[in-house]
């Protein structure tokens, strides 16, 4: 027992002295911590202040690096400073660096700081940083002139037991007297910088300007390495009268004061207007000319101190200017269009090549859809067909921002007068905004803090931050059918909105089902000609032919159309699907020979008509192979060959007459191949069609060289029946004049090749029943024209009630 204890307070006794040994050193009796060490790397500086050289100074920016060592721990954090050859803290001239403590250590922001909060206003900051190294602008001016000035850099650290540094040379040793930081002496210089005056609209010098402007200042500073960047500017302005005399503040002048930029967010800009400080005023002004002058007098202070000569711009303050908005909806420029919309009853299944941005566009069964300019109806006004997921991409802006007011031009920002045109270098900051006659509605703005009310009109509008998403487009869903109006008016710098706002003025119109679709449309697509299609006897054809129709029958011509000289649509449609949609039959004729036929123009509004459940006759004659054809396959239009069943892809799908020679009878019109005289019926329609004779063109009758009868008509389409589509149906046949040895009449192999080639088809689906003529209706005896027309419309009518 005894020795078990004696061995326990042996034990006791050892752990005792190695705990007391260990707390020695805790204590710093035995090992005492060690702090760090810290030295300055970089080459430039000298560590004496008597081996400043001021003779050959050094660039007043200097970048400054330093190290540091902690031999029984790690370096937490450094602090560093500028302070004059005495010790004296300098004011710094840093971006960033400018808030120093009474000793001149430059604060920073704590890590996870606001830094929303001013640096000299915020708690949540310390002289301790992580950095390894500084941008320092050493000053270089006396009062604000250029000097070679001797000022000291400062650096030191701290390890994590909070132990601050002591300064060692490049050789490790303790720098004498012992130091609590690395110091280094610099003697810097820089050159006299320049200002420059002008606005962020441009020169001013010399014009006219309104009551609102954002100066713009430069500086030129040519010391090497550095490049112009200011510290700030400084300015005033002044009124002189005619005769140069500065009109004192108590005649309308402005107070004698400096103003500067220096804790601007960017000091190369300053906002001046009727309501600021300094208050921009107005110059005085007899029949239309200024009777004194506004100058601004400035001055640039570079990164070390150093101002500029003063220099001064002179303009005058006109009020009366406004700016001008503009909705880029085409309406004054058809190539400047920039608002398109898209939906299932409002799209185009390509691309136009003028459309010179990505356009809105969106992926269906049936491949992709792209958003198109909005449509113009008979009336004149813009429209569209509605749907639950109608978008409408609207775009606006003001007159100059881009060149020739086009969106799709570069940007030129030049705000213009909307009386005058002439430029008033303002700058536009708000757009106002209003839909049916309301406010504008966006949740990011709520109107409590955004909508403002016209004190003239009493109309609110919800004011939109030119930094906002909306700013100058917004996407409009969720609208109803009926007639819409959206409102746009710029606000400038004056706080002044345009006096006249921009408006666009829409109808959305509900898309009319099949089975309630009524009624005859026909489209006159000849141009007028007195010899092939004189216009009046064309147009009482046509409504005779559909004279026992009891329903409503209306006739648009194509050349009248709103749209037939506007580009809206790059010279392709000018009809708008919602004039076609609620007919249940368009009959569409093109049947003047050897002009242009502009069917697969419409693609467009034709698509969208048959797609949602129209019927057609299409009337045509050699064009519907030499031009419709043509431009359906170039294009790529599946219209023709979804609705009509004729393959665009194959070249020999629909055909014309060619002469032995292998001229065809497009080519050559009436003179050759004047073989077609009728239409033989198939089985499923009522009568034949006649070539009606004496036609009312002359070379039908008699060649107008030959002076032979003719009586036989020559440019016309027939089609391959081989390469028609499955369900596609034949319901005319080609009948030709009889064979024989006249200089005009058919040579046995061409009666034989020609006579009972299809020359009229009909298509019918479940939505749609189409029908193609490739003969022309009016040169054929009205009223068998009338009776296969009655039938067309009974089918239809008999469809419907299926």
């Known amino acids: 027992m005894f020795k078990v204890r004696k061995a326990l307070l042996l034990t006791t006794a050892i752990l005792l002295i190695m705990l007391a040994m260990t707390a020695c050193g805790r204590k710093g009796e035995t090992n005492p911590n060690v702090g760090p060490t810290i ?24 970048r400054i690096y330093w ?43 704590n890590s996870g700081a606001d830094e929303s909060i001013p640096l000299e206003e915020t708690e949540q900051k310390s002289i301790w940083t992580d950095q390894v190294y500084s941008v320092i602008n050493f000053p270089a001016n006396v009062d604000g002139d250029s000097a070679v000035v001797v000022s000291r850099f400062d650096v030191k650290c701290k390890d994590n037991d909070g132990n601050e540094s002591i300064a060692i040379d490049v050789n490790g040793n303790a720098v004498e007297p012992s130091s609590a930081y690395a110091s280094k002496y610099f003697s ?71 103003y500067n930029t220096k804790k601007l967010s960017n000091v190369s800009r300053y906002l001046v207007t009727e309501f600021t400080e300094p208050s921009l005023k107005l110059n005085t002004y007899a029949s239309g000319v200024p009777q004194d002058s506004t100058y601004i007098i400035a001055k640039a202070v570079n990164l070390s101190g150093v101002e500029s000569e003063p220099k001064e711009v002179g303009f005058a303050v006109k009020e009366g200017f406004y700016p001008d908005t503009i909705i880029f909806n085409g309406s004054t420029n058809p190539v400047a269009n920039a608002i398109y919309a898209l939906g ?147 606000v400038d710098l004056q706080g002044v909105p345009d006096q006249t706002p921009s408006e666009m003025i829409f109808k959305i119109v509900e898309p009319t089902p099949r089975a309630e679709k009524s009624g005859i449309l026909i489209i006159d697509d000849d141009e007028n000609d007195n010899l092939t299609a004189p216009a009046a006897l064309i147009d009482s054809l046509y409504s005779s032919f559909v004279e026992d129709y009891a329903g409503e029958v209306d006739v648009l011509h194509r050349a009248q159309m709103p749209t037939a000289n506007f580009d809206l649509h790059f010279s392709t449609n000018v009809f708008s699907p919602t004039d076609l949609q609620k007919y249940k039959l368009v009959i569409y004729h093109s049947d003047t020979p050897k002009r242009s036929n502009k069917f697969a123009y419409e693609y467009d509004t ?45 070249e020999d799908a629909l055909l014309v007459p060619i002469r032995e020679d292998g001229t065809s009878a497009a080519q050559d019109a009436f003179l050759k191949l004047s073989y077609f005289v009728k239409a033989h019926k198939a089985e499923s329609m009522q009568t034949d069609i006649e070539l009606e004779l004496p036609s009312f063109n002359p070379n039908v009758n008699v060649h107008p060289l030959a002076q032979v009868e003719i009586n036989a008509y020559g440019p016309l389409s027939y089609f391959n029946e081989d390469l028609l589509l499955p369900g596609t149906e034949v319901i005319y046949r080609f009948g ?41 209706l009016s040169y054929m005896k009205p009223d068998q024209v009338k009776t296969t027309l009655n039938q067309i419309i009974e089918e239809l009518e008999a469809a419907d009630q299926q």
């Open 67 to 109: 190290e540091a060592n902690d031999a029984d721990g790690v370096v937490d954090s450094y602090a560093y400073r500028v302070v004059d050859e005495n010790g004296n803290p300098y004011p710094n001239g840093t971006p960033g660096h400018e808030v120093i403590d009474e000793e001149g250590w430059i604060y920073h922001y």
């Open 606 to 650: 034709m698509n969208l008509y048959l797609r949602g459940g129209g019927n057609m006759v299409l009337s045509g004659c050699s064009t519907l192979k030499t031009i419709v054809m043509e431009d359906a396959r170039s294009n790529g239009f599946p219209l023709i060959t979804r609705f009509f069943g004729v393959p665009v892809t194959e």
């Open 188 to 258: 810097a210089y820089s050159n006299n910088p320049e200002v420059f005056i002008s606005s962020t609209k441009g020169d001013i010098n010399g014009k006219e300007i309104g009551r609102g402007i954002v100066f713009q200042f430069t500086i030129d500073d040519n010391t090497p390495f550095v490049g112009s960047v200011p510290d700030y500017y400084t300015f005033r302005l002044e009124k002189r009268d005619l005769l140069g005399r500065v009109i004192p503040e108590s005649e309308g002048g402005y107070p004698d004061l400096e």
């Open 736 to 776: 030709s004049k009889e064979p024989g040895d006249g200089l005009f009449d058919p040579t046995l192999d061409e009666y034989v090749k020609y006579s009972e080639q299809p020359v009229a088809i009909r298509r019918v689906t479940n939505n749609n029943s189409c029908y193609m003529f490739g003969f022309p």
């Open 39 to 62: 030295r300055i790397t970089s080459y430039e500086g000298v560590v004496d202040s008597s081996g400043v050289d001021t003779e050959d100074p050094a660039l007043f920016q200097q």
């Open 344 to 490: 299932d009853n409002h799209f185009t299944t390509y691309i136009a090549e003028q459309i010179p941005t990505i356009i809105p566009s969106t992926v269906t069964n049936e491949g992709t859809h792209f958003s198109t300019p909005f449509w113009i109806d008979k009336d004149g006004n813009y429209s569209l067909i509605g749907s639950n997921n109608l978008n409408i991409y609207m775009k606006w802006g003001y007159r100059g921002q881009f060149e020739s007011n086009n969106p799709n031009n570069k940007m030129e920002g030049a705000v213009q007068d909307e009386l005058t045109g002439a430029e008033y270098f303002s700058e536009i900051r708000y757009y106002d905004l209003r839909l049916d006659g309301e406010a504008f509605i966006y949740s990011p703005l709520p109107p409590a803090d955004h909508n403002v009310v016209d004190a003239e009109t009493g109309k609110e509008w919800l004011r939109v931050p030119i930094s906002a998403t909306i700013a100058e487009k917004v996407t409009l869903t969720g609208l109803s059918s009926g007639t819409h109006k959206f409102e746009v008016r710029a």
